[in-house]
C-alpha cells in the first residue's frame, strides 16, 4: 500500500492565482481531512471528510474549497491564494466505525509559499 | 468543544537521560487521545494512543504515556533518549461521537550528546 499520497511536494503561487492539493489514499478509508501546519500553532484542520459526496469545514476553512467525488480523493482547492496561505499542508485519512475515528495517516505534506 | 494544552515548546534532553513531554486536554465528554511524532520534514506518524481501558499506553519507539482522567493529562514519557528521538511531539484529542481531531501546538525535543 502506498498509504496517504499528496501532489506537489512543493509550489509556489502568486497572490491570487488558484490551484489544487492533490490527496489519494488506498486503504479505503472513508474519513479524509486537510490540515495546514504553521510554526507554533500546531496542526489546524481545514476542511473534512465523512465519507464521498459528505463534506464538512473545520477551524480555519476561510479561501479553501474540497469536494469528495471518490473514497480514494480528497482534494483542497485555493480559490485566490494569499499570502497567509503560505503553509505546509496535510492531508489525512483514517478507518471510522459509526461515531468513532481512528488513528489518522498522515501524507509527507505539500509546502506552499505565496507571494 | 476540546483543546489540547502542550506546556513546553521545546525540551532539550541530553542523551540517554529521561524524558517527560506534557499534555493536558480540555473536554467536556469523554476523549481519545493520541500522541504523534514529525521528524525533520516528514509528515506525522502515530507514536501511540489511548482508546479504553488499561490508562498506561505503551507505543513504538520505547515511548509510553498514562491517562489521568482527574488530572485530565496524557504525559507522554521515555525511560532513555536517543539522538534519534530528535523531532518534534504533538498531542492530539478525539472527543466521543465527534470526527475532528485537535492537536496541541507541539513540543519540539532536542537530544543533547
Known amino acids: 500500500n502506498a498509504g496517504v499520497t499528496q501532489t506537489p511536494k512543493f509550489q509556489v503561487l502568486k497572490t491570487g492565482q488558484s490551484m489544487t492539493l492533490q490527496c489519494a489514499q488506498d486503504m479505503n478509508h472513508e474519513y479524509m481531512s486537510w490540515y495546514r501546519q504553521d510554526p507554533g500553532m500546531g496542526l489546524r484542520l481545514i476542511h473534512y471528510?465523512?465519507?464521498?459526496?459528505?463534506?464538512d469545514q473545520g477551524e480555519v476553512p476561510n479561501g479553501y474549497n474540497v469536494s469528495r467525488s471518490t473514497t480514494e480523493d480528497f482534494p483542497l482547492r485555493l480559490l485566490s491564494a494569499a499570502p497567509s496561505q503560505t503553509s505546509v499542508y496535510f492531508c489525512?485519512?483514517?478507518?471510522?466505525?459509526?461515531?468513532?475515528?481512528?488513528?489518522?495517516?498522515f501524507g509527507p505534506g505539500t509546502r506552499l509559499t505565496v507571494t | 468543544a476540546q483543546s489540547v494544552t502542550q506546556l513546553d515548546s521545546q525540551v532539550p534532553v541530553f542523551e540517554e537521560a529521561p524524558v517527560e513531554l506534557r499534555c493536558n486536554y480540555s473536554s467536556s465528554v469523554s476523549v481519545y487521545l493520541f500522541w504523534y511524532v514529525q521528524y525533520p520534514n516528514q509528515g506525522l506518524q502515530l507514536l501511540l494512543k489511548?482508546?479504553?481501558?488499561?490508562?498506561l499506553v505503551k507505543g513504538i519507539n520505547g515511548f509510553e504515556a498514562e491517562f489521568n482522567k482527574s488530572q485530565t493529562s496524557f504525559h507522554l514519557r521515555k525511560p532513555s533518549v536517543h539522538i534519534s528521538d530528535t523531532a518534534e511531539y504533538f498531542c492530539?484529542?478525539?472527543?466521543?461521537?465527534?470526527?475532528?481531531?485537535?492537536f496541541g501546538t507541539g513540543t519540539r525535543l532536542t537530544i543533547i550528546p
Open positions: 489525512a485519512s483514517s478507518y471510522s466505525a459509526g461515531t468513532v475515528t481512528y488513528e489518522q495517516y
Open positions: 489511548y482508546l479504553s481501558g488499561s490508562t
Open positions: 471528510s465523512v465519507g464521498a459526496g459528505i463534506t
Open positions: 492530539a484529542v478525539i472527543r466521543f461521537g465527534n470526527e475532528k481531531l485537535t
